[in-house]
């Protein structure tokens, strides 16, 4: 039989979607199951490692069920997974502890430790400064949980572990792929290995680390128990997968040096790509991801609540006087509050935000908050959207600069859009007037799916150059929106003044933060 399809499979935070593909890029089914969260305690946040498994067992099973294809004709599959938090399993590959959420941060005293000692060391090497992922969170179950430290065998990523049941692995093959590593606090990038030296200092046993592989290796076959659950052939290649902003990204087509890649969604992530490592050690803003195509870079920094920031505008002061609630999705709104936004002219007549509603990111920065500066009696309803807008594309462009000075002669061609954001044509204009790249949005709204479907069909042969496979099926959708120079020349100014303001919040806030006892 002619083996004709590849699944590819996000394992996501809140959800896990699994796609059954052709080899020739069209979708054939997806499904979409929720994950699981626990809060168990306050600022406590943890997940199942077994629930990834089983929503991907559900979705993967449904999508092979409802479509109509024999099992037997799909060539390969692969996983990509949330990145940041990190899961453990025993010598027999079962979970030795929950799995602790990017989103748990209970593991900050130990961030504060990696950076106070070993800040610089762990930027270089990693690509990475110390913030809320493996290191730290490591740290925290070796010092806080010492009986359940010493159980665990491995370290692993969800995409790791879904994969390893499915294809019966033992605690000694466990594996990460290098997409990966920038998030351990104790990798050396670079070189894709552990860095000895950091697990040294930081006093943390390299053989609780998995082994470091390229994403396209097949590291097992689907096992006939796994057959079972998941509706899949027994002895179907199982590749090992990657990260899920790497999948995204070689969904989207984001394959040569000087594309950038705009995912405007819940999050606003900015994500460069480049063939030299950065490693942002004065600014703590950027951080450095291997892409799945060998010797590519995606430095990118993210606004944890930047789009979010848009939803919670219209729902606490557009639409209240409705007594109304809108789903996110609703386009015609957002529409509206775009053609109003339009109508005031670039720089919202002085009106400045802050979008960190929740605290900044990227640099680190958990005491700041939002703020409006400068509104005065003229302001209307729309400037204050406006300024929403402009500054995620001002905080963009910060981004963009600590690039252009880590690599100056980087010449940047495109902007590709994807998530619901990149459907306001407002908002990309603004952004490529601002950063003076031209944007681009994408056909179609699935990418990380499709990427872990690529990586598959690597492992199998089916595609020897993912570069090009991924070029040709990202397909933009419409023109490409260009930057107005005259437009430019009244932002460049204005992105120079955000850039002060934010330093002057950033250390307003954290006074105010310390004066109160925190």
């Not at 402009?390 to 000075?405: G, N, Q």
């Amino acid at each position: 039989m002619t083996k004709n399809y590849l699944i590819g499979v996000d394992l996501g935070t809140s959800a896990t979607k699994a796609a059954l593909y052709q080899t020739d890029g069209t979708l054939v089914f997806e499904v979409g199951a929720e994950v699981p969260i626990y809060y168990p305690q306050p600022g406590v946040v943890e997940q199942e490692n077994d629930d990834f498994y089983q929503t991907a067992a559900h979705t993967i099973s449904t999508c092979i069920r409802e479509s109509g294809v024999d099992p037997a004709a799909i060539s390969a599959i692969a996983f990509d997974s949330q990145m940041a938090g990190v899961g453990s399993i025993d010598e027999e590959f079962e979970p030795a502890t929950r799995f602790d959420s990017w989103l748990d941060m209970r593991c900050q005293p130990y961030i504060e430790y990696m950076e106070k000692y070993h800040g610089d060391l762990v930027t270089r090497l990693t690509g990475c400064a110390p913030t809320c992922d493996h290191g730290p969170k490591i740290l925290w179950w070796k010092e806080e949980r010492p009986k359940d430290y010493a159980r665990v065998a491995k370290f692993v990523m969800p995409s790791g572990y879904v994969a390893g049941k499915m294809a019966g692995l033992k605690a000694e093959d466990a594996f990460i792929d290098y997409t990966f590593i920038h998030f351990s606090g104790l990798s050396d990038a670079q070189n894709g290995t552990w860095s000895q030296e950091l697990c040294n200092l930081c006093d943390v046993n390299v053989d609780k680390l998995p082994q470091i592989v390229e994403p396209w290796r097949i590291v097992g076959e689907v096992t006939d128990e796994a057959a079972g659950d998941f509706g899949l052939a027994a002895g179907t290649p199982v590749a090992a997968g990657c990260g899920d902003t790497a999948a995204n990204a070689l969904g989207a087509g984001i394959v040569k040096a000087g594309m950038v890649f705009d995912v405007a969604g819940t999050a606003s992530v900015l994500a460069g790509c480049t063939d030299t490592f950065v490693a942002d050690v004065k600014n703590r803003a950027l951080l450095t991801m291997r892409s799945v195509i060998p010797g590519l870079w995606h430095p990118l920094a993210y606004i944890a609540g930047g789009g979010q920031a848009l939803r919670w505008y219209r729902d606490a002061f557009y639409n209240s006087h409705l007594g109304q609630s809108f789903p996110l999705g609703d386009d015609d709104l957002y529409q509206q509050m775009g053609q109003m936004a339009e109508s005031v002219s670039p720089g919202s007549d002085g009106l400045f935000f802050s979008p960190h509603l929740g605290g900044r990111i990227c640099p680190a920065t958990p005491e700041m908050r939002g703020a409006w500066i400068g509104f005065s009696w003229g302001h209307t309803q729309a400037h204050f959207f406006r300024s929403i807008l402009e500054s995620i594309a001002y905080e963009y462009a910060y981004y963009l600069s600590i690039l252009r000075d880590a690599i100056p002669n980087l010449e940047l061609t495109e902007t590709r859009a994807v998530g619901g954001g990149a459907r306001s044509l407002i908002w990309n204009q603004i952004k490529a007037d601002v950063l003076g790249v031209p944007y681009q949005r994408l056909g179609g709204s699935e990418f990380g799916t499709w990427g872990a479907a690529l990586v598959a069909g690597k492992a199998v042969g089916i595609f020897s150059d993912l570069a090009e496979i991924s070029s040709r099926h990202a397909q933009p959708a419409g023109d490409p929106i260009t930057p107005s120079i005259e437009k430019q020349a009244i932002y460049r100014p204005l992105v120079e003044k955000y850039i002060r303001l934010q330093q002057t919040l950033r250390d307003t806030f954290i006074k105010m933060d310390q004066s109160s006892g925190h």
